[in-house]
């Protein structure tokens, strides 16, 4: 079992000043001078994403990887276009161009419809 994960009370007042300052500027009228408040914010804001505890190796409740880590699928290679502009769209799971509309269409791009037949046969 994983010890409870808690965050730095610096951190927490810094995210709670954030809240209070947004919920300022949600409740007065656009019209009533909200420029030190969206001021505020915008400084706020700055100092939660350079927080310290941001830069801090992995802890409990951290990922483990970083995100050039994680695992990524494969994009398809990108295949000539064979087909008119006016039949072109996105392939369904990786939005490459492909052949969406007309004979011999699929909302899949070749590579997309192979390991989907790999995957559940036919």
Request: proline share 11%; glycine share 10%; with cysteine.
């Amino acid at each position: 079992m994983r010890a409870p994960f808690r965050f730095p009370p610096d951190l927490l007042a810094l995210e709670r000043a954030w809240l209070d300052t947004y919920a300022g500027l949600a409740e007065g009228p656009a019209t009533a001078g909200t420029t030190v408040l969206r001021r505020r914010l915008i400084a706020l804001s700055g100092h939660l994403c350079t927080h310290p505890y941001w830069e801090t190796p992995a802890g409990p409740g951290r990922t483990e990887r970083s995100m050039s880590e994680q695992p990524t699928t494969p994009r398809p290679k990108t295949v000539p276009v064979t087909w008119a502009p006016s039949q072109t769209g996105p392939c369904a799971r990786c939005h490459s161009a492909t052949c969406r509309y007309g004979l011999g269409a699929s909302p899949l791009c070749a590579a997309c419809k192979a390991l989907r037949q790999a995957q559940y046969g036919g």
